[in-house]
Antibody, heavy 125, light 107 residues
Framework: EVQLLESGGDLIQPGPGGSLRLSCAASGFTFSTYAMTWVRQAPGKGLEWVSTISSSGDRTYYADSVKGRFTISRDNSKNTLYLQMSSLRVEDTALYHC????????????????WGKGTTVTVSS | DIQMTQSPSSLSASVGDRVTITCRASQAFGNWLAWYQQKPGGAPKSLIYGTSTLESGVPSRFSGSASGTDFSLTINNLQPEDFATYYCQQYNSFPPTFGGGTKVEIK
C-alpha cells in the first residue's frame, strides 16, 4: 500500500529565528522515481501548492509566498521528503500535506495521486 | 498564474441526487485538470485527472467534463460517502493552482 506519513509540525513563534523541518516518510512505491510536492491548507481554507522537487532532487520549485524562506529536499536512500521552513510568518500556519506526483518521469507534472494526512504548523507569538 | 474559480462554495443535496460542481479557469488551457475529494481530517483523494479520466477504484457515478474554460465534476446518484469537500486543480502550467473548494453537505 502506498503511504505518506508527515511529521515535524509544531507551534513556533514568528520571526527570523523561527524555523522548523517537516518530514514525509514514504512507503509502498519506488520513492526515487517520483517527484514529490508539499501542499498546505490554512485552517478552514483551501489547498495551496507550496513546493515540488524532482525525483533526483536536482530541481526544486517554489510558490512565491515561500521562496527564499522554505527549502525542499529529499533523501532517496531513506525514502523521505523534507521541508525546511525558516523566517516563519503567521500566514504560514497550516496543515502541510506531502503528495506524490502521478508520473514517475523524474520531472514533475504537478498532478498528485497520493497524499498524506498532513502535519500541523502553527505560527503564533 | 491561472486562477481557478470554483462554484458553488457549498451545496446541500440528498442521497440519490445528481450534483455538478464547476471550475472556471482564468485562461484557456488543455485537459490538464484534476479533481480531489477531501473528508474532514483526511488526506485529499484523487478522483479524476486529465479532465475526465477516473482514478482506479473511483466509482463510475463520478464524471468530469469540460467546455471551453469551464470544467465540471458531476456526481450521479449521490451516496452517503460522497459528502465531502471537492477541489479542482489545474496542472497545465506553473504554478499549479487549486479552486477554492465545494463542500457537499447533506440536505
Amino acid at each position: 500500500e502506498v503511504q505518506l506519513l508527515e511529521s515535524g509540525g509544531d507551534l513556533i513563534q514568528p520571526g527570523p529565528g523561527g524555523s522548523l523541518r517537516l518530514s514525509c516518510a514514504a512507503s509502498g512505491f519506488t520513492f526515487s522515481t517520483y517527484a514529490m510536492t508539499w501542499v498546505r491548507q490554512a485552517p478552514g481554507k483551501g489547498l495551496e501548492w507550496v513546493s515540488t522537487i524532482s525525483s533526483s532532487g536536482d530541481r526544486t520549485y517554489y510558490a512565491d509566498s515561500v521562496k527564499g524562506r522554505f527549502t525542499i529536499s529529499r533523501d532517496n536512500s531513506k525514502n523521505t521528503l523534507y521541508l525546511q521552513m525558516s523566517s516563519l510568518r503567521v500566514e504560514d500556519t497550516a496543515l502541510y500535506h506531502c503528495a506524490k506526483d502521478w508520473l514517475g518521469s523524474g520531472a514533475p507534472i504537478y498532478y498528485m495521486d497520493v497524499w498524506g494526512k498532513g502535519t500541523t504548523v502553527t505560527v503564533s507569538s | 498564474d491561472i486562477q481557478m474559480t470554483q462554484s458553488p462554495s457549498s451545496l446541500s443535496a440528498s442521497v440519490g441526487d445528481r450534483v455538478t460542481i464547476t471550475c472556471r479557469a482564468s485562461q484557456a488551457f488543455g485537459n490538464w485538470l484534476a479533481w480531489y475529494q477531501q473528508k474532514p481530517g483526511g488526506a485529499p483523494k484523487s478522483l479524476i485527472y486529465g479532465t475526465s479520466t477516473l482514478e482506479s477504484g473511483v466509482p463510475s457515478r463520478f464524471s468530469g467534463s469540460a467546455s471551453g474554460t469551464d470544467f465540471s465534476l458531476t456526481i450521479n446518484n449521490l451516496q452517503p460517502e460522497d459528502f465531502a469537500t471537492y477541489y479542482c486543480q489545474q496542472y497545465n502550467s506553473f504554478p499549479p493552482t487549486f479552486g477554492g473548494g465545494t463542500k457537499v453537505e447533506i440536505k
